[in-house]
Nanobody, 127 residues
Framework: VQLVESGGGLVQAGGSLRLSCAAS????????IGWFRQAPGKEREGVSC????????YYTDSVKGRFIISSDNAKNTMYLQMNSLKPEDTAVYYC?????????????????????WGQGTQVTVSS
């Protein structure tokens, strides 16, 4: 099982990036998929999640209205479209897949006990 992210890079504030995460060894059909990020000196944060069970999505408050999570099951690839990027979005972004089909959110926070993780891709937003 492997998840491989791509699409990170350096962008100016207000710009856009699309992260991709290609899966091999399993399919997204029965798994919740998520994006997490970790900035230097901070804990890993759940950014977004897509439930395979019913298609519902979760976004952390700071990215609502700017980020969009999606998946193409035919390509076994998940995406995170990031628009109106801000310097505070700078972090290493990780894709992940859970054994459960539904996103688990506790006290407004996405639970990050996912089974499969990508290696991470750096996103840097300059001001």
């Amino acid at each position: 099982v492997q998840l491989v992210e791509s699409g990170g890079g350096l962008v100016q504030a207000g710009g856009s990036l699309r992260l991709s995460c290609a899966a091999s060894g399993f399919t997204f059909d029965d798994h919740a998929i998520g994006w997490f990020r970790q900035a230097p000196g901070k804990e890993r944060e759940g950014v977004s999640c897509l439930s395979s069970s019913d298609g519902t999505t979760y976004y952390t408050d700071s990215v609502k209205g700017r980020f969009i999570i999606s998946s193409d099951n035919a390509k076994n690839t998940m995406y995170l479209q990031m628009n109106s990027l801000k310097p505070e979005d700078t972090a290493v972004y990780y894709c992940a897949a859970d054994l459960l089909p539904t996103c688990v959110v506790v006290a407004g926070q996405l639970v990050n006990e996912y089974e499969y993780w990508g290696q991470g891709t750096q996103v840097t937003v300059s001001s």
